[in-house]
């Protein structure tokens, strides 16, 4: 469980950008009014995570200060909390954003860096009693796609993780409140996100819930021949359906509605109930 959230079957992270560039839904949700009816849309659609960024991680992307990420999300998340009890989760690197943000009523924070970024960040988790996500990434979104070149990407990817692991739990964050993602797209290339796809399975040796993060992202584009990120909802639900076959917890999603379904049709064909438990059928 976390946040309360039962993880005996997967369950939805809607996607919500309070950015102007994030690679595909920036400027959907710059007014207040609109990122809000967008989260409580994705509750209503099955979501059991909002995940709120004021800064776009997308490969290239500039940092953005940390005054104007707080303004970009802050009044969303105060909005949404008023009107929903639904799991917030803050995607952010940066401690004093996620300061913030729990102030304003978000309960878990999801960190690119897996605080490599701001090492303060871990501190922050620790003394609020949330749960977080440690992804993997290397360098910036700046360079990081300059820096992919692994020998094994599973291999290395799951030896990086256990070391946030270590890092976290050494800053008073318990094992049960962390949450582990393999970073597609943040330092791979389109051979690297197959290889960590195929390898997801793996990452359950870690001891903790898995949370895949591939929606609409370029690779998809280029093996379904969609350059326009909106264009890629059917590659992405394979991709989020084989994370499901591979046991993943949590789907990091844009396209809450159809996320939702594809995981109840699997389910059911499984002969697997809400609870995850396997049922009997006529």
């Not at 990091?252 to 697997?272: E, F, N, S, Y």
Request: aromatic fraction near 4%.
């Amino acid at each position: 469980m976390i946040a309360g959230v039962p993880l005996t079957r997967p369950q939805v992270m809607g996607i919500l950008n309070v950015t102007p560039d994030s690679f595909s839904d920036g400027g959907d949700h710059l007014a207040v009014e609109t990122a809000m009816a967008a989260g409580l849309r994705m509750q209503a659609e099955g979501a059991a995570f909002i995940d709120i960024g004021g800064e776009s991680t997308r490969p290239g992307a500039a940092e953005v200060p940390i005054d104007q990420e707080i303004a970009r999300i802050a009044p969303v998340i105060a909005g949404l909390r008023a009107q929903s009890d639904v799991v917030i989760s803050v995607d952010t690197r940066k401690a004093a954003v996620a300061e913030a943000a729990l102030q304003a009523g978000a309960n878990f924070v999801n960190d690119v860096s897996a605080f490599r970024f701001d090492p303060d960040l871990a501190d922050v988790v620790a003394k609020a009693g949330v749960p977080v996500c440690l992804m993997h990434s290397i360098g910036t979104p700046e360079t990081m796609q300059d820096q992919a070149s692994y020998r094994d990407v599973v291999a290395e990817v799951l030896a990086h993780l256990q070391d946030r692991i270590t890092v976290a739990e050494a800053a008073g964050i318990a094992r049960e409140q962390i949450v582990i993602d393999p970073g597609i797209g943040f330092g791979k290339t389109l051979e690297h996100n197959l290889d960590l796809i195929a390898g997801l399975h793996r990452f359950h040796a870690l001891g903790c819930p898995v949370l895949l993060g591939a929606s609409r992202k370029r690779f998809i584009g280029t093996i379904g021949h969609a350059p326009e990120a909106k264009d890629r909802l059917g590659g992405s639900l394979a991709v989020a359906l084989e994370g499901v076959r591979q046991g993943v917890q949590i789907l990091r999603v844009h396209d809450t509605l159809p996320t939702k379904q594809a995981i109840d049709l699997q389910l059911a064909m499984q002969g697997t109930g809400a609870d995850g438990q396997k049922t009997l059928r006529d």
